[in-house]
Structure formats: structure tokens, C-alpha cells
């Protein structure tokens, strides 16, 4: 164990880790030693410090350019988001990292087949609605995917056996989701195995650190982007580098853009883009107060009305200036497998620790101003995150067929 290594675990209680180390080969000794090097000791420091998000500030309404408003200027923000795709400045980013536990299927969400009496995957549905816009633009759009460590060689071999479905290889790019440790509520890091920490991903909101540490940030810039696109694997009917969504967001002189759909109540379960302390927010529904959701304006029309769909576009010079500071980091309480100092494997069935994430609604807040963007729902949300219910594996189905995609 190198010395600098050895102090720094002592230094934060952390000497546990050793335990198993004697008995392991070099091979896992050297696995090991890299996972203590790669740590991130601000974690310790963030559970007591001002670095985790505290309460909400002055929480107020952030209306959105309607569907009416954008059908007026349909050919001009077209215009403006088609030469921006054509000058080689934006980029596509699906958050890919999820596996399909959800929906009873043991793979890479997006290797799922949503198809019914012929086989169409989420991963294709996604390139495809991709390729209408290269095909509108007539030029390839950089086409970047965030796996996590779990499901990142299946996912590549995947696509890779699909012929990519289309998408030319060339303009596609793959990286890993970076992991944060676990610990205890006595603040001691977790082992999954004698060689192993328990490590989860970071949450929605590390992928731009995750890009960068990846390389891909380098590249992207190489290639020209200015935009990128940030959008879930699992909403089938999202339209990705939409030109008139890109064109809109340039248009209005913004530095991001959300889309957002109307809510179908004033308590649905879906974040709503609002203004915090004066700078764009996303509150979520369990935060809004049941006065708060059903407030509403001299029109008549809900305050908080329009719910994000996680479909975002972000100025690439913007998310640099994020990167420089650290990412608020949520701390989770949640029930984590783990070994004991006897190598006994556990299951917890309550909460016996915390996780850190980062969120990606906080990169909207870091942002100096977003375009609150609607869309129709119908159209464009057809979320894919149960088996069975709402947003579940059925609706996204018969979505699907209402907007003439055959299954």
C-alpha cells in the first residue's frame, strides 16, 4: 500500500478497508489501492459542511413559450436550429446508465424491446427520431452516450451488433458514468466484496463531469459543438436536437433550454420549471404546497403548470464554468448491500447508509437564465418507467402507435 494512500485513510478513519487486503492476490491489491486513489474525500467534508443543498429559496412561477407562441416562429427557430446542426454545433447526449430492473428485464434499459409484433428496441426508437433531424439538416449529428459501469459493454456490443441502428459510428461516441462510494451513518465506507467499495453512480447530474473526465468534453470541442443536448433513455418519442427547440433557445438569447409539457393535474408527479431567487429552478411536486399547485393566474391558467421531461440543451461554455465549482451533492439515506469485517455478505432491509448524488435540476440552477420550452405531450412524452401503470412499458405503447410508429 503506498504510504500517501495509507495516510490518507487514516486520516479519515477509513483504515477498515484493509482488512482483507493481506489475503488478497496483487492483482486485487493493485484494484483495490486504484479505488482508494480515485476517491473523492470532499464526501467527508460535505456531510457537515454547506456544500449539500439546503432549503429552497424564494420559489416563484417561470411560464413557457407555448405551443402557440412557437408555431408563430416554427420557420424561423427551424431555420436558426438547422444552421447551427449544419455548422457542426450541436451534440446529442443520452443518459443511458439504467438498467431495466423496473420494467422485469435484466439488460441495459435501452436494449429493451418495446415492440409487439416486431422487434423495436428503446435504444433504436431514440437513433431513429435522431435521424430525422440529420436528415432534415443533412449533416451527422455528434451522438454521445453515457453508460455506467454495469451495463457499458453490453450496451456497446448492442449497438454494435445493430449496425447502430443507422447512425454512423463515426459520429458516436461512448463513456462511463463516474461512481461514488457509499458509507455508513458512522461515516465508514462500504465494501461490496474484500477487493471491492460499494460504488453507485452519481445521480443525473454527474454526467458533465463524467464527459469531461472521459475525454469527451476535449472532443466535442474539437468538433465545433457549442450545444449540447442532454436528454433520459427512457422518454420514446422525445425529439432529440430538435432545429426548432435549438433555434428557439438562440433566438431568445438563452444559455439553456428545458422542454416541458403541460401537466395533465396540478399534482402530477413531474418536477415543474420555476424561478428560484430570481434564476431558473426545478421544484419537485412533492415540494410544491397543495396552495402552491393550484394557484393559478389572471387567466385562469396554473402557476406551476409545466413539468420538464429531462430533455435539456446547455451552452457548452456554460457547463465549463459549472465544472470549476462543485456540483451541490445530495445525500441519500438508502439500504446498501455490504460485507462485514468477516466477509458475510448483507442485504439490509432498512436504510443502513448514505449515497451521494448530484442532480441534473441543480446544473439548471447554475444556468443564468433557461427557455421554458412547451411541447405537446401526446407528441412528445411517452416516458417508458414501469411495468405496469402510469408511464409504464403499455402508455408508451400505445403512444407510439397514436403518433404512426408501427409495433
Known amino acids: ?5 495509507l495516510e490518507l485513510l487514516e486520516k479519515y478513519g477509513q483504515t477498515h478497508l484493509l482488512r482483507f487486503y493481506e489475503k488478497l492476490d496483487e492483482q486485487k491489491k493493485d484494484a483495490l489501492e486504484k479505488q482508494i486513489e480515485n476517491l473523492d474525500w470532499g464526501l467527508f467534508s460535505c456531510l457537515d459542511s454547506d456544500s449539500t443543498p439546503s432549503n429552497k429559496g424564494n420559489i416563484a412561477p417561470l411560464g413557457a413559450l407555448s405551443v402557440d407562441e412557437i408555431e408563430k416562429k416554427r420557420e424561423e427557430y427551424t431555420q436558426t436550429g438547422l444552421e447551427a446542426i449544419r455548422a457542426g454545433k450541436v451534440a446529442a447526449l443520452l443518459l443511458a446508465g439504467g438498467q431495466g430492473t423496473r420494467l422485469g428485464y435484466a439488460g441495459p434499459k435501452g436494449t429493451f424491446n418495446i415492440g409487439v409484433e416486431r422487434e423495436l ?20 449529428v455528434p451522438f454521445f452516450v453515457m453508460t455506467s459501469e454495469k451495463n457499458h459493454d453490453d450496451t456497446v456490443t448492442f449497438l454494435k451488433e445493430h449496425g447502430y441502428f443507422g447512425y454512423n459510428p463515426e459520429y458516436m461516441f461512448f463513456f462511463k458514468q463516474s461512481m461514488a462510494p457509499s458509507m455508513d451513518f458512522n461515516r ?14 452519481n445521480g443525473n447530474g454527474g454526467w458533465f463531469a463524467s464527459f469531461m473526465r472521459a475525454g469527451m468534453h476535449t472532443k466535442a470541442k474539437e468538433m465545433g459543438v457549442e450545444w449540447l443536448n442532454a436528454f433520459a433513455v427512457d422518454n420514446v418519442l422525445q425529439r432529440i436536437a ?11 438569447g438563452c444559455v439553456s433550454g428545458a422542454k416541458v409539457v403541460r401537466k395533465v393535474h396540478p399534482e402530477e408527479r413531474v418536477g415543474a420549471l420555476c424561478l428560484e431567487d430570481g434564476r431558473p429552478s426545478i ?4 415540494e410544491l404546497t397543495r396552495e402552491m399547485s393550484y394557484a393559478k393566474d ?10 420538464v421531461i429531462l430533455n435539456y440543451l446547455f451552452r457548452l461554455d456554460k457547463l465549463e464554468r459549472i465544472a470549476e465549482n ?11 448491500p455490504y460485507v462485514d469485517p468477516d466477509g458475510t455478505a448483507h442485504a439490509p432491509t432498512e436504510p443502513n447508509g448514505y449515497k451521494f448524488e448530484t442532480l441534473i435540476l441543480d446544473m439548471v440552477h447554475m444556468m443564468d ?6 411541447v405537446v405531450r401526446e407528441s412528445e412524452f411517452a416516458p417508458v418507467k414501469n411495468k405496469e401503470g402510469v408511464d409504464s412499458i403499455d402508455t408508451a405503447r400505445k403512444l407510439l402507435q397514436e403518433n404512426g410508429i408501427k409495433l
Open 1 to 5: 500500500m503506498k504510504k500517501e494512500n
Open 326 to 336: 462543485r456540483m451541490p451533492l445530495h445525500v441519500v439515506e438508502k439500504k446498501i
Open 369 to 374: 437564465n433557461c427557455l421554458s420550452y412547451e
Open 121 to 140: 428496441y428503446i435504444f433504436e426508437q431514440l437513433i431513429r427520431n435522431t435521424l430525422e433531424v440529420v436528415e432534415q439538416a443533412g449533416a451527422w
Open 298 to 307: 389572471e387567466r385562469g391558467e396554473y402557476l406551476y403548470n409545466f413539468g
Open 283 to 286: 421544484i419537485e411536486y412533492y
Open 188 to 201: 465508514k465506507l462500504l465494501m461490496e466484496t474484500e477487493d471491492r467499495l460499494v460504488f453507485s453512480p
Open 242 to 252: 430538435d432545429p426548432c427547440f435549438v433555434g428557439a433557445v438562440i433566438k431568445h
